[in-house]
């Protein structure tokens, strides 16, 4: 009892009364747009912050208070454990929508499985993105697939009681706003000041949504995106489009990534032997990184994040029946990679966690991904992108102030020959590149995310000779 400080006792005493909600770190550390560099992120006290996650939006195929915590311990606690400080978690689904019974009626019961989800999130610093709504219609839209959550909102049809009849009426009445913004105080009320939670994403991939004119949702954002942040000063405040995989959503990624409001650019980009583009039905790494460099492009000084990247049938008829025969998750690897290598804030963010990062246990590729990039400041290198051309291997590096990282991929190993062919992937020998700029190293070293281990590596006049490898490897070289 002598070892009891004041300090103490006015916790206990806290907690006892309900004064301080279980999970919230006593350390107000937020997550921010770098001072220094805001192509990347930083916390508040001025460490830096790259999002190393997952989507983990809610656990699928579970239905009691018990088995729904209980599953998101499980993915929490295996993210956390392989270096996972992020995840993004929607709000509207099911087992966490607070406002189910009726429009503008919420249910403290669900709240407090949200207070959990935190909690449980803080015992290994993750930082939790919430999304706000995913409706697309009011009525008649179901789940896509098994496992999946409704695209639709009954309760605010006025058929049910509710008191929209459309979409159109949602997005540009006083009355839509209105209960668009009465949700997000109700939350600001609880959430305000959580250090755990990274941001707030007004809806998942609003586009998909029923409207007579795309003018309307971009107007909605627009204005929606300060009215978050005055609720929220102490998080960011972002909006999400659907998969860039047309000509066309280009100039809707443009016009929503220049909102100077929307604090972070997000791109979604699958896999999809459906899409228009022809990027999205080839090499993984490929398409990550040019989705990552064409927001990068659009000439906005702000966080690029790829947010959702995956695999999927045509036209996201489900989820990609390649995912069971890629055991060592090599798609992963070239998500996480690829997107920070094209001067992401962080890596890519997978979806599918549970058909196929759980399904396989392949949670250490954060691990292997944090051990990659160890010690490295991306706001403080100021990093460009570059690439070098070569004809057996895709080279892409960054250059900063202090470091240069080149990550190398073999060109011949992709998820056609590995996954559909069940071309085992080779390894490579003797290969070398030299780099496109005059450097003068103090230490060199490659890493083998495949196997974990390292090596020293020496360079002769910017020429870089390689190890023996499969796949991948990464190069960090200390600059003087």
């Not at 290994?124 to 995913?134: A, D, P, Q, S, T």
Request: glycine share 8%.
């Amino acid at each position: 009892m002598k070892n009891f400080n004041k300090r103490k006792w006015l916790l206990i005493a806290g907690l006892l009364l309900g004064l301080i909600r279980p999970g919230i770190a006593q350390s107000n550390v937020f997550v921010k747009v770098s001072a220094e560099n805001p192509r990347y992120l930083e916390l508040s006290d001025g460490k830096a912050y790259i999002p190393v996650g997952i989507n983990i939006c809610w656990p699928r195929f579970v239905s009691s208070e018990d088995s729904v915590i209980m599953k998101m311990e499980h993915y929490l606690t295996k993210l956390g454990e392989n270096g996972g400080n992020f995840t993004r978690v929607w709000l509207s689904a099911p087992m966490f929508e607070v406002e189910h019974k009726k429009a503008g009626e919420y249910d403290e019961v669900i709240a407090r499985r949200i207070d959990k989800i935190l909690e449980i999130a803080g015992k290994y610093n993750i930082k939790v993105k919430f999304c706000l709504e995913n409706f697309r219609d009011l009525t008649n839209r179901p789940a896509m697939f098994a496992g999946s959550v409704p695209f639709d909102k009954p309760i605010y049809y006025t058929g049910n009681g509710g008191p929209l009849s459309t979409m159109d009426e949602y997005f540009t009445s006083q009355k839509g706003k209105d209960l668009f913004l009465k949700r997000v105080d109700f939350f600001a009320k609880r959430y305000k000041d959580h250090p755990g939670v990274f941001g707030w994403e007004l809806w998942n991939e609003i586009n998909a949504v029923k409207v007579s004119d795309r003018k309307i949702i971009l107007d909605w954002t627009k204005a929606m995106l300060p009215e978050l942040k005055k609720r929220f000063p102490n998080h960011l405040a972002m909006q999400s489009l659907g998969s860039f995989d047309t000509e066309q959503a280009k100039g809707l990624y443009h016009d929503y990534s220049v909102i100077p409001d929307n604090e972070i650019a997000q791109v979604h980009r699958y896999l999809d032997q459906g899409g228009a583009l022809p990027v999205t039905r080839g090499a993984v790494d490929v398409l990550a990184y040019d989705a990552v460099s064409t927001l990068r492009g659009f000439g906005e000084i702000k966080p690029v994040i790829l947010s959702e990247v995956g695999a999927v049938e045509p036209h996201h008829a489900g989820p990609s029946l390649l995912y069971p025969k890629d055991t060592e998750g090599m798609m992963l690897h070239d998500y996480l990679f690829a997107a920070f290598f094209a001067g992401a804030a962080g890596p890519g963010q997978s979806w599918h966690w549970d058909y196929y990062i759980d399904k396989h246990d392949l949670w250490y590729h954060l691990a292997r991904f944090n051990k990659a990039i160890e010690g490295i400041d991306p706001g403080k290198e100021a990093f460009e992108p570059f690439e070098v051309r070569h004809g057996e291997l895709t080279i892409y590096g960054l250059k900063g102030k202090k470091h240069v990282l080149v990550w190398f991929r073999d060109k011949a190993n992709t998820w056609q020959s590995e996954l559909n062919e069940g071309l085992k992937p080779q390894t490579i020998k003797g290969k070398s590149f030299k780099l496109p700029f005059e450097v003068k190293v103090k230490n060199a070293s490659v890493y083998n995310p495949w196997e974990d281990t390292g090596q020293t590596l020496k360079l002769k006049n910017n020429q870089v000779n390689l190890p023996e490898f499969k796949r991948s490897g990464v190069i960090k070289l200390t600059v003087k």
